[in-house]
């Protein structure tokens, strides 16, 4: 009996069927796969804080705390009882941290306004950024009207405009009169030593510590591998899971 014929009597599939249903199949397979993989992303992407554990940074159970003494030479945002406290030091002029500071929202709505976290912000500026010191002073100088996180945000918003000048003074100003701020007083103000003297203790703080990026993001006492969103809500989960 030919090949054909036994085919025909057993109903034995062709090859060029078997090839084609073997190709069908693995389409289905990759579809399923597709799929299945873009649900668990999106899942991950919804749920701030979940991911492998493994996956986030951990120090040893007998590492130090860290030094909250310092706490008073950054800026704080949040209640000072909060379970979590994070910490990041950050340079004005450097494009990293102005990527970063688009979490700020989420952060303040979702941990500092809840009471969950407590924020300390340490300014670092650093020797390459010419203008990191000025925009620095001009934070410090709008929280001396109580817009030091208003001046934060705008530095980091239009971060492209000022870091290319000679002198971003008066871009400065500029922002601190769409935040409400007195002009004379804020302007008197970036010429000051106090505010210098205060942005330098900080940058102290850094130099002891022995921070040597910006950002630099520690929460409590574990310092975070990268600046993510991702990252930054999983260890928080974390420690707020262990309170």
């Known amino acids: 009996m030919g090949e054909s014929k036994r085919r025909q009597a ?25 799929v299945a993989g873009a649900l668990a992303l999106a899942f991950y992407l919804a749920t701030p804080g979940t991911g492998p554990t493994a996956a986030l940074p951990t120090v040893p ?13 950054g800026v704080q945002l949040g209640e000072d009882d909060a379970p979590v406290v994070v910490r990041e030091f950050a340079d004005y ?21 809840t009471g969950k976290v407590r924020l300390v912000f340490f300014e670092m500026p650093l020797a390459q950024h010419s203008n990191a010191m000025p925009a620095a002073i001009a934070a410090r100088c709008a929280g001396n009207q109580d817009a030091y996180w208003g001046m934060h945000d705008a530095l980091f918003a ?33 010429t000051g030593e106090q505010p210098r003297a205060k942005v330098e203790d ?6 002891q510590l022995r921070v040597s990026s910006t950002p630099t993001v520690i929460v409590d006492n574990v ?10 809500s999983g260890v928080i989960e974390r420690q707020l899971e262990r309170e």
């Open 202 to 207: 900080s940058l102290a703080v850094a130099r």
């Open 223 to 232: 310092p975070l591998a990268r600046s993510s969103w991702e990252q930054l």
């Open 61 to 73: 159970d007998d590492a130090p705390p860290f030094p909250a003494e310092v706490d008073r030479f």
């Open 10 to 34: 057993t109903g034995e599939p062709s090859p060029q069927r078997r090839k084609r249903a073997g190709r069908n199949g693995l389409v289905w397979g990759v579809v399923v796969l597709v």
């Open 158 to 190: 239009n971060q492209a405009s000022w870091s290319a000048t000679s002198d971003p003074s008066d871009l400065f100003i500029a922002y601190a009169e769409d935040l409400g701020l007195h002009e004379g007083r804020f302007e008197r103000c970036l």
């Open 93 to 113: 002029q450097c494009p990293a941290c102005a990527r970063f500071a688009v979490s700020m929202d989420q952060l303040k709505s979702e941990y500092i306004d």
